[in-house]
């Protein structure tokens, strides 16, 4: 497999993780592959790791998109425990608030338009969830979901800080 | 020139010089890439280009047309709109207002 073939498939896989639409994927990989083959740069070097460009991508769509003009915009993703915190802590950064975690691992966010306020998230294992709420509830942080055995908890980084 | 110096500015002002590349044709990203460099706005990296364009294009001020390529994977066209039309003829008002204003006083220093 050469460079460029690593780096989509690469690339294609954070795009799936993060809930990207099956037919933007392939735009996103045509356009990269495209722009590589013709400017014969390397990948990592020309667009950045894949992860980051995925999020950049995906962060760019749901910058703008969706609720223009609304107050609150809205997202959404899927992601699996070896994923999951490294998208949370960049999507909180960029200030999306996550607001419920269902038991298919979807995680639903959401966002100020005008204000957005950083958040940072932490995950904590294990089957007694409630003395490790209250544990966690004494520190400062709020429950935002939980899936099988991993528990979600959110802190805006003002708090944090 | 201090490099930092010159790739913030480019940050400022690179949705306009975008914009303003798709004024007269529809064009693909390596293309408008070229097409800055060409006007001395040095190179553009696909990973800055391709997130602008796509907040760009959710922004409703381009619209994005794929084509399969006859030898490639397909290419993806950008066209300005017409609210990007609109937000480019506002927003480039405003910088050269502001370019303006920067020359008057660097001219006042004494820099021609």
Same mark, same amino acid.
């Given at each position: ?23 933007? &994927? ?30 950049? &991508?995906?962060? @760019? ?25 490294? &998208? ?24 100020? @338009? ?48 | ?112």
């Amino acid at each position: 497999m050469t460079l460029n073939e690593e780096y989509l498939t690469d690339l294609a896989g954070q795009l799936q993780a993060l809930g990207v639409e099956q037919r933007r &994927i392939e735009e996103v990989l045509g356009e990269v592959e495209d722009h590589l083959a013709e400017g014969g740069e390397e990948p990592v070097g020309e667009l950045g790791a894949a992860r980051e460009y995925a999020l950049r &991508i995906q962060d @760019a769509a749901a910058r703008e998109g969706a609720t223009r003009d609304a107050e609150w915009q809205h997202w959404a993703f899927r992601a699996d425990a070896f994923a999951e915190m490294n &998208i949370l802590e960049h999507l909180g950064r960029e200030g999306w608030e996550v607001t419920e975690v269902r038991s298919d691992a979807h995680f639903s966010c959401r966002r100020h @338009a005008l204000e957005p306020q950083p958040w940072v998230y932490r995950r904590r294992t294990g089957v007694r969830h409630e003395s490790t709420r209250v544990e966690m509830e004494r520190g400062g942080w709020r429950h935002c979901g939980t899936w099988v055995v991993f528990q979600y908890f959110k802190r805006s980084l003002s708090v944090a800080q | 020139m201090a490099p930092d110096r010159r790739s913030a500015w480019l940050r400022g002002t690179l949705d306009l010089l975008v914009l303003a590349a798709l004024v007269d044709s529809e064009r693909y990203g390596y293309e408008l890439a070229q097409r800055l460099e060409s006007r001395g706005l040095g190179r553009v990296k696909g990973g800055t280009l391709y997130p602008l364009l796509a907040r760009l294009e959710a922004a409703g001020l381009v619209a994005a047309t794929w084509r399969s390529g006859e030898h490639g994977p397909g290419r993806r066209y950008y066209a300005l709109t017409a609210r990007g039309r609109t937000v480019l003829e506002e927003e480039g008002r405003s910088w050269l207002r502001f370019d303006d204003a920067v020359r008057s006083m660097l001219e006042q220093g004494g820099i021609r």
